[in-house]
Nanobody, 127 residues
Framework: QVQLVESGGGLVQVGGSLRLSCAAS????????MAWFRQAPGKEREFVAAIAWGGGRTTYADPMKGRFTISRDNARNAVYLQMNSLRPEDTAVYYC????????????????????WGQGTQVTVSS
């Protein structure tokens, strides 16, 4: 299993930026696809972004394209989510997740393939 711990959330004004971090422990994540999801109050959890195990491929939900950037540092066993131009609708708890299929080619955008999840970090965007 992999333990994931998110950090970096907080309160930010509209148009501001935050950088979320996800620290992994238990095993190296170098060969696993990683993703960020989020859940707003009263809504289902939704896909935000994901990155392939090699780091060369990424995918984003449409509302995040051009504003969010997912990256990874395999040497640090960590994944990041840089969020710019934040909007009130970005307010949610953000979760990091790992797909434990080794060197998997396709990057999943749904929850099912992701085996381990962090506890989440709250992001609040005030207008």
């Amino acid at each position: 299993q992999v333990q994931l711990v998110e950090s970096g959330g907080g309160l930010v004004q509209v148009g501001g930026s935050l950088r979320l971090s996800c620290a992994a422990s238990g095993r190296t994540i170098n060969y696993y696809n990683m993703a960020w999801f989020r859940q707003a109050p009263g809504k289902e959890r939704e896909f935000v972004a994901a990155i392939a195990w090699g780091g060369g491929r990424t995918t984003y939900a449409d509302p995040m394209k051009g504003r969010f950037t997912i990256s990874r540092d395999n040497a640090r066993n960590a994944v990041y989510l840089q969020m710019n131009s934040l909007r009130p609708e970005d307010t949610a708890v953000y979760y990091c997740a790992v797909d434990l299929r080794t060197r998997w080619v396709s990057i999943a955008r749904n929850e099912a393939p992701y085996d381990c999840w962090g506890q989440g970090t709250q992001v609040t965007v005030s207008s």
